[in-house]
């Protein structure tokens, strides 16, 4: 009884404690289990903290990138625009010397061709058939080299716009008196008319420029089409020849000062023009097959 009253007090006091003891156990496992579940939280904040450094790393670096492009491309602009500084002086200086001998040139020159025409007008009967041809001869050639001589001094006298409202038909029609146009060589004109607010002796420099071109590019013989139109916003003229037309690895070059595909040329006339249209806040084009000048001037009412 002892034996067994010690035995049930026995196995009661064991019962108690292990139940006891595996109460505990449950309760350190509950706190431990606790613990891991805050630790966990914590380290998943810490992931998710990480991540987004990481992410905010990532644009750090597109920035940085970003920002070593655009300085590479800053620098490398820097040194194009000390190249362009660099030859713009040099361009001022070789302008302003040949500006001196294209205008010591030219009246000497114009001196020559208008005593030639006295000569002529004076002496037309007495002249004989030879000598006639070779004072024709004399006139060619003096009337090119004005030409050139104008051409340069186009290019370096860039003086400010005079405008006003101007019939451009009456503008072509005055740069196509100017020059000789061979016979086999028909210009169309337009048969409408624009009004243009704008610089007129500018505007002809920009027709002859490009009807000179023209004729030269035709070699004698061909046909050109001058066309104007105009809307609210814009006046358009184009000119079109039927030459053959500007080899495609030439076409960016042809705007640059000095390139020329000519024997005789200056390589002047289509930066002048290009200057003259931006001065009037213009824009010119250039198509092949045909091919067709454009030139598009927004409207304007004051200089
Ligand atoms: N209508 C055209 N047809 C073909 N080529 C042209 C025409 N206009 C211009 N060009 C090309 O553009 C070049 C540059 O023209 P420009 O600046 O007027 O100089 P230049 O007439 O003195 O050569 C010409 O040498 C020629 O090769
Ligand atoms: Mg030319």
Not at 52 to 75: G, N, P, S, V, Y
Not at 88 to 110: Q, W, Y
Not at 260 to 281: M, N, R
């Amino acid at each position: 009884m002892i034996l067994g009253g010690w035995s049930v007090m026995g196995t009661t006091n064991m019962n108690d404690f292990s139940y006891d003891s595996l109460l505990d156990k449950v309760k350190q496992l509950e706190l431990e289990k606790q613990t891991l579940e805050q630790e966990n939280n914590f380290q998943r904040k810490t992931i998710v903290s990480l991540e987004r450094k990481m992410a905010k790393l990532d644009e750090i670096t597109q920035q940085r990138d970003w920002l070593l492009d655009t300085l590479t491309k800053k620098i490398s602009d820097l040194s194009r625009f000390q190249t362009d500084l660099f030859r713009a002086e040099r361009f001022s200086t070789i302008g302003e010397m040949s500006a001196r001998l294209a205008h010591d040139l030219r009246n000497p020159l114009a001196i020559i061709k208008n005593t030639i025409e006295v000569v002529k007008l004076k002496h037309s009967s007495a002249i004989p058939n030879d000598l006639m041809n070779m004072f024709r001869a004399i006139d060619n050639a003096s009337s090119r080299m004005v030409f050139q001589l104008d051409e340069v001094l186009n290019f370096v006298r860039s003086s400010p716009l005079e405008c006003d409202e101007y019939s451009l038909s009456a503008i072509l029609d005055s740069a196509i008196d100017k020059i000789v146009i061979p016979d086999k060589i028909r210009v169309n004109r337009p048969q409408n008319d624009v009004y243009l607010f704008c610089d007129m002796e500018k505007i002809e420099a920009v027709f002859t420029n490009l009807l000179m071109n023209a004729i030269q590019a035709m070699e004698n013989s061909g046909e050109i089409t001058v066309r104007f139109s105009q809307n609210y916003d814009a006046t358009t003229f184009e000119i079109e020849d039927s030459g053959p037309g500007i080899q495609e690895n030439i076409l960016d070059k042809i705007f640059e000062p000095l390139f020329t595909t000519k024997s005789h040329g200056t390589g002047l006339g289509l930066p002048t023009v290009k200057t003259i249209i931006q001065q009037h806040y213009g824009t010119i084009q250039v198509t092949n097959k045909p091919t067709i000048f454009s030139i598009f001037i927004p409207k304007r009412t004051e200089s």
